[in-house]
């Protein structure tokens, strides 16, 4: 099974020149690691390249911690 925390947080760290082990499951993406929108569709741009999926804009507002983006994943990643 692959571990969709630790890849989003690889991608988030690379994506914002961050350290991997700076970036928890509960890590508020705009608080605690400074994404802002535009931010976050290039993040999603990258998960959807990585995973040859498509996740619909409306899902973006529901996406406020790292964990939330990996939840997604797990409960979506073979439905899509």
Do not use: C, W
């Not at 947080?9 to 993406?29: N, P």
């Not at 790292?66 to 990643?77: F, K, M, P, S, T």
């Amino acid at each position: 099974m692959v571990d969709y925390l630790e890849e989003v947080k690889k991608l988030i760290a690379r994506q914002f020149d961050l350290e991997v082990d700076s970036i928890e499951e509960d890590s508020s993406l705009e608080k605690d690691l400074n994404v802002i929108d535009l931010d976050l569709e290039d993040l999603i741009t990258g998960i959807e390249t990585k995973y040859q999926i498509k996740i619909p804009p409306q899902e973006y507002l529901h996406f406020k911690q790292v964990g939330d983006i990996a939840n997604y994943l797990y409960e979506n990643i073979d439905k899509i």
